[in-house]
């Protein structure tokens, strides 16, 4: 569902994402940590097409971002931290916009039961500016998981939301993942990460320096299995890293 091949992005000479490496098959909820700074919300922002790497190939759902952009990003959603909303449209306005972007014919029903799964289906004629911080995150959510998306990544999701919406949330990432999505989840709040998701990516400094199962994180950064998964995050992201491989430049167009 989600193959990546030497992903590296440069900003001139300072290396964001380095010859990173990894896949999401169909039902796993891969959970990207890392330090500020690591490279996290680079990578998801390559992933999702919203900037070019400097090198390595992308494929979501078989597709090749860099070649068949338009029908590799119709099988994603990226829902970001910061809702971002056009002021003068309703909730209900917003889904119906979406709707038309992605040719979703009859969302009617679809935006309905998002609208109740989300608990914010009594405000569908509200505007942004009458919603709360977090009505707004789930409207942002509601509308990306509006074309039933196969690839799915989140980035920081439960921002703004309260007690009853983080339990929501995360039973929609599991039910989701059930269903056969791919599902990268970045966060800072571990046990949210160790909760619900199947694998772990560790970032340092732009490069991978943790992956797999959760049972195989900890047995390669703790003796003990039930180590949390806070002390080996440390654990991975403290200790010398290895030397990283050099960084080739393109070579000069002639």
């Known amino acids: 569902m989600i193959e990546v091949q030497g ?37 998801l922002r390559c992933l999702a097409g919203i900037i070019p790497p400097t090198r ?28 971002r909303l056009f002021d003068y449209l309703t909730v209900w306005q917003h889904l119906n916009f979406v709707a038309r972007i992605y040719g979703v014919a009859n969302f009617e029903p679809l935006g309905r039961t998002l609208l109740d799964e989300l ?12 919603l709360s911080r977090g009505m707004k995150q789930k409207l942002a959510i509601a509308c990306g998981l509006l074309h039933s998306p196969k690839v799915i990544y989140f980035d920081e999701p439960l921002t703004g939301l309260d007690p009853m919406g983080i339990r929501k949330m995360k039973d929609s990432i599991l039910r989701r993942a ?8 970045s966060s800072h709040l571990l ?25 195989e994180i900890r047995q390669q950064f703790a003796a003990h299995p ?22 080739i430049p393109d070579a000069p167009k002639i």
């Open 191 to 215: 046990h949210l990460v160790e909760e619900i998701c199947s694998h772990i990516l560790i970032l340092q400094k732009g490069r991978k320096v943790g992956h797999g199962t959760i049972a």
């Open 56 to 83: 390595g190939t992308i494929r979501v759902c078989g597709r090749d971002l860099a070649t068949e952009a338009i029908s590799a990003k119709q099988q994603l959603a990226f829902l970001t931290d910061e809702p």
């Open 226 to 247: 039930d180590t949390t998964l806070e002390d080996v995050f440390f654990r991975a992201t403290t200790e010398p890293p290895a030397s990283p491989p050099p960084i």
């Open 119 to 130: 608990e914010i289906a009594d405000k569908e004629n509200n505007l942004p500016g009458e």
């Open 178 to 185: 059930r269903d056969g999505a791919a599902i990268i989840l």
């Open 7 to 43: 992903l590296t992005k440069l900003y001139g000479e300072f290396v964001a994402v380095n010859e990173l490496s990894f896949s999401v098959q169909a039902g796993e909820v891969l959970g990207l940590v890392g330090p500020n700074g690591a490279g996290k919300t680079t990578s």
